[in-house]
C-alpha cells in the first residue's frame, strides 16, 4: 500500500511539477526524501541527488544570524551597540547589531538603491552597498525600533561587522562556526559570478523565458541582469548547501549539542517594536506558535532560478525543507510544502495542481 508521501512523489514526477529535493524527517530520521529532475536545466544530463548543492537565497538569513550572535558573543561585543561604533561614517543615528538581524532598522532595501545608483556592467559588493548608503542617505522607512519591515540591506551589513569586529572575512567565519563544526561538508558562501569555484554536483537556476515558455539561465535574460551585478554581496543570500546538510543544521537548532545554545535561543525570540507589540520573526527565522503543532522556525527564499523553503517544527521534531533551482510556479511549490507539512503532521491534505 502507497503511503500519502509515495503519491504525492508520484503525482510530482508523472506531471513534472517540481524540479530539486524535498526532504522531511523527525529529528535525524528521514520520513521522506525526493530528488526530482536535473541541476542543469536544458542539457538535462545530470539528475538531481540528496547531495546536489543549491543557493538557498533567503534561507542564508539564518546562518548569517547565528554567525552574528557567536562571534559578537565571542569577542565581548554587545548587539545593542550603535553600529556608528564599527561604521564612524554610517549616516543613520541609533541603529544596532540587533535592529539589522530583526529588520527593525528602518532601512529601506537596497535592490532600489543599487538599481538606481549602481553601475551594472560591474559586481557590486558588501561594501559597495555601504558607500552608497553613506553616499546617497536614502531616507529611513522609520526610526529603529519603532517598526518592523522585512529588509535585506540589515543582512548586508551584517557580514561587514562580523569581518571588523573578528578579523576574518564572513565566509571564513561561517566554515569555523557552523559548516565544520556541524560536519556540513557540501555547504558554503558562494558567489559564483565574482569568483569563479568549480563546484560538482551543483544545481544551476534556470527561470522561465516569458518569450519562448523555455526554461533558461537567468545569466542570458537582460530583465535578470541582477544574478550578475548583485553576484558579491553576502549575508542576506549566497549561503549554498543540501537537503541533507540542512537536515544537520536544523537538528542542531533543535537540541544544540554543537552550537551555541544562548546564540540559538536569541535567534528564536520574537522580536518586539516600540509600542511592546511582538512580531513574527526573530533573527533569521520566521516564527509561529499554534496549539495543535507549537513552535515552529522557517523561512523562504528566492532569487532568480531558485526557490527555497525550510522550517523546524521545534516542539515535535520535524523538519521540511524544500530546494528548487527550476521554480515553475510559486503557488504550485507552497501547495506542494503545505501538502507534505499536513502528511507530515498526520492532517487532510490536497495534492498540488496537475498545471
Avoid at 552608497?132 to 519591515?149: A, M, Q
Avoid at 527561470?207 to 539561465?217: A, G, I, Q, Y
Wanted: hydrophobic share 35%; glycine share 6%; aromatic share 12%.
Amino acid at each position: 500500500m502507497k503511503s500519502d508521501f509515495d503519491i504525492l512523489d508520484i503525482l510530482l514526477r508523472q506531471y513534472k511539477l517540481f524540479n530539486g529535493n524535498l526532504l522531511v524527517a523527525k529529528q535525524d530520521k528521514i520520513i521522506y526524501t525526493g530528488s526530482f529532475g536535473y541541476t542543469n536545466g536544458e542539457k538535462q544530463n545530470n539528475l538531481i541527488d540528496g547531495n546536489t548543492i543549491f543557493e538557498l537565497a533567503s534561507v542564508s538569513k539564518q546562518f548569517t544570524a547565528y554567525s552574528t550572535l557567536i562571534t559578537f558573543k565571542k569577542l565581548n561585543e554587545s548587539i545593542d551597540n550603535d553600529i556608528r561604533n564599527y561604521l564612524p561614517d554610517f549616516p543613520y543615528e541609533g541603529l544596532t547589531a540587533r535592529n539589522l538581524l530583526n529588520h527593525t532598522s528602518g532601512l529601506p532595501d537596497y535592490f532600489k538603491l543599487l538599481n538606481l545608483h549602481w553601475d551594472k556592467t560591474k559586481i557590486a559588493t558588501n561594501k559597495d552597498v555601504l558607500e552608497l548608503l553613506i553616499k546617497e542617505k536614502p531616507n529611513p522607512n522609520f526610526l529603529p525600533g519603532e517598526n518592523w519591515e522585512y529588509s535585506n540591506t540589515g543582512y548586508v551589513l551584517l557580514p561587514i561587522l562580523l569581518e571588523i569586529i573578528s578579523g576574518n572575512t564572513f565566509s571564513q567565519i561561517l566554515d569555523e562556526e557552523i559548516f565544520k563544526l556541524l560536519d556540513m561538508k557540501n555547504s558554503l558562501v558562494l558567489n559564483r559570478r565574482w569568483k569563479p569555484k568549480e563546484i560538482s554536483n551543483y544545481a544551476y537556476g534556470f527561470v522561465l523565458n516569458s518569450k519562448n515558455h523555455k526554461f533558461e539561465s537567468p545569466d542570458n535574460l537582460t530583465e535578470y541582469n541582477s544574478v550578475i551585478y548583485m553576484d558579491g554581496i553576502q549575508g542576506d543570500g549566497t549561503v549554498n548547501s543540501t537537503v541533507f546538510d540542512l537536515l544537520k543544521w536544523n537538528i542542531e537548532i533543535i537540541e544544540a549539542k554543537r552550537l551555541d545554545k544562548f546564540s540559538v535561543d536569541l535567534m528564536l525570540v520574537n522580536a518586539s517594536i516600540s509600542n511592546n507589540q511582538k512580531i513574527d520573526y526573530g533573527m533569521g527565522w520566521m516564527l509561529n506558535d499554534a496549539k495543535e503543532f507549537g513552535r515552529v522556525a522557517y523561512h523562504g527564499g528566492y532569487w532568480p532560478g531558485y526557490s527555497t523553503y525550510n522550517s523546524i517544527y521545534l516542539d515535535k521534531g520535524f523538519s521540511i525543507i524544500s530546494l528548487c533551482n527550476q521554480p515553475q510556479n510559486l503557488e504550485t511549490e507552497q501547495q506542494i510544502i503545505l501538502a507534505l507539512e499536513n502528511i507530515t503532521l498526520d492532517k487532510s491534505y490536497e495534492l498540488p495542481n496537475k498545471g
